[in-house]
C-alpha cells in the first residue's frame, strides 16, 4: 500500500448486526475495525464532563 488505510463504512439502524458483520468482515480481510458511534459517544462525554455548551454551534 501507499500508506492508505483500508476504510468501510456500514450504515443502518440500532441492533441491525452493522458491529457484527463489520467484526467478521475486518477479521476476514486483515483489517482491524473502527466503530466511529463509540468515538462520537467518547467525544460527547469528554465534552460534557469539560463543562462544553452543547448549544453552542460553534
Do not use: C, Q
Amino acid at each position: 500500500m501507499n500508506g492508505a488505510v483500508p476504510m468501510l463504512a456500514i450504515d443502518g439502524p440500532s441492533g441491525a448486526g452493522k458491529g457484527t458483520v463489520a467484526g467478521l468482515l475486518a477479521r476476514r480481510l486483515g483489517w482491524n475495525p473502527l466503530d466511529s458511534g463509540a468515538l462520537y459517544r467518547l467525544l460527547a462525554f469528554a465534552a460534557v464532563n469539560h463543562g462544553v455548551d452543547l448549544t453552542n454551534e460553534e
